[in-house]
Structures are given as C-alpha cells and as structure tokens.
C-alpha cells in the first residue's frame, strides 16, 4: 500500500507569487494559481503543491480553469515563477 504523501505548503511563497505581475499580461496578480489538469497533482479533491504555482489576474486565473487548451502552456508560467524566485531569494 502507497502511502499518500502530503502536498508541499509554503505562505510565504505564495504571499511573494501574488505581488508578482500576471504571468498571462502582465497586470498586477490576484492569486497564486496551483497547476491544473495535469501531472497528476492536481484534481480529484486535491491541489497541485505550492511550488507548483503562478502569479495570475483574476481574469486568467478564470480562463486557464475553463480553458484545457491552455493547461500544457503551465509548465512554461510555473518555470517562470521559479526561476524569478530562486533569483529574487524567494525560494
């Protein structure tokens, strides 16, 4: 029997995600969104881990909810993210 490991929590980074622009158009981020439809961590009752995150306006927090077209292009937003946190010393 697998035991069901616990998604990666971190506050702070994702108080430091929703002060970044939205990854989609640039305007100021509302939330931080957990990666969706894909990998495996996400759906089911459960939500992606917090390292596996990007800064989104309300609005395309929606689309990318709606929208399966847009769910691979998250891989590219989430690297983004990261790659502005390792620099910045968010992470």
């Known amino acids: 029997m697998m035991l069901k490991q616990k998604p990666y929590r971190n506050r702070k980074y994702l108080d430091w995600v ?13 939330d931080p969104h957990h990666l969706k439809g894909i ?4 759906g089911g009752g459960m939500t992606a881990p917090d390292s596996m995150v ?4 309300r609005q ?4 990318i909810h709606r929208t399966p ?5 998250q891989w590219e937003w989430v690297a983004r993210t990261l790659d502005a946190a390792l620099r910045e010393g968010a992470l």
């Open 18 to 30: 929703k002060q970044q622009p939205c990854v989609m158009c640039g305007a100021p981020a509302d």
């Open 39 to 42: 990998g495996h961590m996400s």
């Open 54 to 57: 990007m800064p989104v306006c």
């Open 60 to 63: 395309h927090h929606d689309e």
């Open 69 to 73: 077209e847009l769910w691979e292009r």
